[in-house]
């Protein structure tokens, strides 16, 4: 994947630009303040995918947090069970 680097004010001049590029071209645009990176706009695609692979790996955090600690995913469940049924 390729990337652009811009500073704020070459953004705001040509944001359709880089909307555009991010789009079209699946570029990545790096975004600096004082020349030092600020923000990276992505296409919303690898967005996506960015986000679904953080949510896996959150739950394989979870799970081994779990496996290291001898809790069983069948207790967990039960419990969550048993508050959810008790709340009004």
């Keep these: 994947m390729n990337s652009t680097t ?9 944001f359709s ?3 555009h590029d ?3 071209k699946r570029a990545n645009i790096i975004v600096t303040r004082r020349g030092k990176p600020v923000a990276v706009i992505v296409p919303f695609h690898e967005y996506e995918r ?3 692979m953080e949510g896996y790996q959150n739950i394989m955090e979870a799970r081994e947090a779990f496996l290291k600690s001898g809790i069983k995913a069948d207790d967990v469940y039960r419990e969550s069970r048993t508050q959810l049924e008790e709340k009004p």
């Design 6 to 14: 811009v500073s704020i004010a070459e953004g705001k001049k040509g």
């Design 17 to 19: 630009r880089l909307i």
């Design 50 to 52: 960015n986000a679904r």
């Design 22 to 24: 991010t789009e079209e």
